[in-house]
Structure formats: structure tokens, C-alpha cells
């Protein structure tokens, strides 16, 4: 994701010099042929987030279209002050890039675990809040974000398909995707774990279990329209966040669910369950940990469904 990032911000950059790139001492290496190539439209302010995000806010409001980079949560905690008084108070054409969501950097500890900042930029007003799934959303995600006026967060993180969902497929923020169709049950995901919902779906399918995967790229503005009618056609549905479980994907699903004239359906969540990540390991370990692998989405589908499946059976399907 943070390679389709680089390659389309260069693009945009090329084509429009009214784009400018700011970090907080990040990405050596990776951003070295961007500096290269466009030296007035990058600048490093070493590692002081909240002094980035006030340049951000001034260069924004003399007609700058700007993209602040930083781990995820130093461009959005460190900084909130200014992000929410300067930046999104004033509707400043920023897009804050958060690299390394989730457990990216499961490794480096608790400080690096990024699972509160959807719910905590999904409550300032006049953000768009953006996970995409795959390096293909993340291009798109780029692109539009900077022709949508004022502040958006955009979460990446490493790895992801390059190509689309399918031939046809077309990217548009607020509009989710569905990447799997399916009639029994609806898995809801955003960010990089939708591959753990895309195998878990596998799995279930198996079972003669059909599940509907769907990419919730946006969780503000969130599709209500998808969830609604997920919520007509499927039994149960369970929303897929590598986050806390508050706040987040969940729990904006939730309120769709409950304050629209939808039927009354079966709900679970897999996030993490409102706690710190105090276990370090890398991403696919902490996932697992934390119960938030498609094995956990499996066995929360079949609690959720009152299915039981025989345990020699459960073994072969979802070790």
C-alpha cells in the first residue's frame, strides 16, 4: 500500500504544483527520488507532528494541497490539538497519511499499535476517514482524496493487491466494495485485514456456509445504503477491524443498523476487545493473538449463527 501511495502521489505531484509532500522525519528511502525529483514540493520537519501539522494548515490555506506523513499514531495523536483546531476547524485541504495501521509494526511495540485512530479521527467533523484494503484501493483513495475540500485520513499499510477486485471493479470513497458475493452472511472489513475475511469466507464456503466479504474503504462518510442492504438479504452480520471495537468500523455499522428501518438481523464484531496491545510480535502473530485471523472470524460466524460443525471438521477447515 505504501509503494501505491508513493507512485501516485508522484503522479498527482507531476501534474499539479500545487502539491506538497510534508513528513515528520519518515520514509528515508522510500521518498528519496520524490525529494529528487520535486524539491519545492517536499519538506521534512524532523520528528515534531504538531509543528508539521500547523505548516500543513498555513501552507493549505494559501491554496496548497497537502499530504502529511507520519506513523499512525504520531500523525494523529501526537497531533490532535492541531489537526482538530487547525486543520479540520478550518477545512484545510490536508490529507493526513497514517503508515502502518493495525499491527503493521507489531514489532516495535504498544506505541506503534495503531487501534484507536479510526474512532478518534471518525469523531472530528469534517474528516473522511479512509482504510483501504488493498494497494489497488490505496491509488484511488489517493487520488480522490485530494479532490474531496478539506482534511482526510488515510490509513495504509504494507503489503496488499495491486490489481482490482475484478476486471470492472471501480473505486469511489464512500462507496464500498463488494468483494465476494454471498447470501447467508455479510463479513464487513476495512483496512488490510480484509484478506483474513476473504479467507475466512473460504473457509466457511466449505462448510456450505455463503458469505458476503465486502471492503469498507470509508468509514466516514460509511455506505449506509451497503449496510442496509446486507442487512436485507444476509442473516447475520460480522464487521472485521484490525482496531479497538469501539468507536471504529463496528461501531459505525452499529449505528446504521440501529437507526435505520432495517430488519432485525444478527450483529458481532471482530476487533480489539477495548484493551492495549501489550503482546509484540508481528502482524500475523498479533492478529492471531488477538483473535482477529480468519480463524477467529470463522468460529465468531458459527457462534453468531447457532452452527456447530463437527470438531474433525472444524480441525481440517480452519487450521
Same mark, same amino acid.
Given at each position: 500500500?505504501?509503494?501505491?501511495?508513493?507512485?501516485?502521489?508522484?503522479?498527482?505531484?507531476?501534474?499539479?504544483?500545487?502539491?506538497?509532500?510534508?513528513?515528520?522525519?519518515?520514509?528515508?528511502?522510500?521518498?528519496?527520488?520524490?525529494?529528487?525529483?520535486?524539491?519545492?514540493?517536499?519538506?521534512?520537519?524532523?520528528?515534531?507532528?504538531?509543528?508539521?501539522? $500547523?505548516?500543513? /494548515?498555513?501552507?493549505? !490555506?494559501?491554496?496548497?494541497?497537502?499530504? *502529511?506523513?507520519? @506513523? +499512525?499514531?504520531?500523525?494523529? #495523536?501526537?497531533?490532535?490539538?492541531?489537526?482538530?483546531?487547525?486543520?479540520?476547524?478550518?477545512?484545510?485541504?490536508?490529507?493526513?497519511?497514517?503508515?502502518? $495501521?493495525?499491527? /503493521?509494526?507489531?514489532? !516495535?511495540?504498544?506505541?506503534?499499535?495503531? *487501534?484507536?485512530? @479510526? +474512532?478518534?479521527?471518525?469523531? #472530528?467533523?469534517?474528516?473522511?476517514?479512509?482504510?483501504?484494503?488493498?494497494?489497488?484501493?490505496?491509488?484511488?483513495?489517493?487520488?480522490?482524496?485530494?479532490?474531496?475540500?478539506?482534511?482526510?485520513?488515510?490509513?495504509?499499510?504494507?503489503?496488499?493487491?495491486?490489481?482490482?477486485?475484478?476486471?470492472?471493479?471501480?473505486?469511489?470513497?464512500?462507496?464500498?466494495?463488494?468483494?465476494?458475493?454471498?447470501?447467508?452472511?455479510?463479513?464487513?472489513?476495512?483496512?488490510?485485514?480484509?484478506?483474513?475475511?476473504?479467507?475466512?469466507?473460504?473457509?466457511?464456503?466449505?462448510?456450505?456456509?455463503?458469505?458476503?466479504?465486502?471492503?469498507?474503504?470509508?468509514?466516514?462518510?460509511?455506505?449506509?445504503?451497503?449496510?442496509?442492504?446486507?442487512?436485507?438479504?444476509?442473516?447475520?452480520?460480522?464487521?472485521?477491524?484490525?482496531?479497538?471495537?469501539?468507536?471504529?468500523?463496528?461501531?459505525?455499522?452499529?449505528?446504521?443498523?440501529?437507526?435505520?428501518?432495517?430488519?432485525?438481523?444478527?450483529?458481532?464484531?471482530?476487533?480489539?476487545?477495548?484493551?492495549?496491545?501489550?503482546?509484540?510480535?508481528?502482524?500475523?502473530?498479533?492478529?492471531?493473538?488477538?483473535?482477529?485471523?480468519?480463524?477467529?472470524?470463522?468460529?465468531?460466524?458459527?457462534?453468531?449463527?447457532?452452527?456447530?460443525?463437527?470438531?474433525?471438521?472444524?480441525?481440517?477447515?480452519?487450521?
Amino acid at each position: 500500500m505504501r509503494d501505491a501511495f508513493v507512485e501516485k502521489l508522484t503522479e498527482l505531484a507531476e501534474n499539479d504544483p500545487s502539491i506538497m509532500f510534508i513528513t515528520a522525519d519518515l520514509g528515508f528511502g522510500v521518498f528519496t527520488e520524490y525529494a529528487k525529483r520535486f524539491p519545492k514540493q517536499y519538506l521534512n520537519v524532523g520528528v515534531a507532528e504538531q509543528n508539521m501539522t $500547523g505548516v500543513a /494548515t498555513g501552507l493549505a !490555506l494559501e491554496g496548497r494541497t497537502i499530504f *502529511t506523513y507520519s @506513523i +499512525a499514531n504520531f500523525a494523529t #495523536l501526537r497531533c490532535l490539538e492541531q489537526i482538530r483546531n487547525d486543520a479540520a476547524y478550518h477545512n484545510a485541504n490536508i490529507t493526513i497519511v497514517s503508515s502502518g $495501521g493495525g499491527f /503493521t509494526y507489531g514489532s !516495535l511495540g504498544m506505541s506503534h499499535h495503531a *487501534t484507536e485512530d @479510526i +474512532a478518534i479521527m471518525r469523531a #472530528l467533523p469534517n474528516i473522511a476517514v479512509v482504510a483501504p484494503g488493498t494497494a489497488w484501493e490505496t491509488r484511488y483513495a489517493t487520488e480522490q482524496l485530494t479532490q474531496r475540500p478539506g482534511v482526510g485520513y488515510l490509513r495504509i499499510e504494507k503489503g496488499g493487491n495491486k490489481e482490482p477486485h475484478w476486471a470492472e471493479c471501480q473505486f469511489e470513497l464512500g462507496k464500498a466494495i463488494t468483494v465476494k458475493n454471498g447470501n447467508d452472511i455479510t463479513l464487513i472489513s476495512t483496512g488490510g485485514i480484509l484478506t483474513e475475511s476473504i479467507l475466512a469466507a473460504e473457509k466457511l464456503s466449505a462448510q456450505g456456509i455463503s458469505a458476503r466479504v465486502i471492503s469498507m474503504h470509508t468509514v466516514k462518510p460509511i455506505d449506509r445504503a451497503a449496510i442496509i442492504k446486507a442487512a436485507k438479504e444476509t442473516k447475520a452480520i460480522v464487521t472485521v477491524e484490525e482496531h479497538n471495537i469501539l468507536g471504529g468500523l463496528g461501531s459505525a455499522v452499529a449505528e446504521v443498523l440501529t437507526l435505520e428501518d432495517v430488519p432485525k438481523i444478527k450483529f458481532g464484531q471482530i476487533g480489539l476487545k477495548d484493551q492495549y496491545s501489550s503482546v509484540v510480535g508481528d502482524q500475523g502473530y498479533l492478529r492471531s493473538f488477538y483473535q482477529l485471523d480468519h480463524t477467529s472470524i470463522v468460529n465468531k460466524v458459527l457462534s453468531l449463527i447457532g452452527k456447530t460443525i463437527p470438531a474433525e471438521s472444524l480441525r481440517e477447515t480452519i487450521i
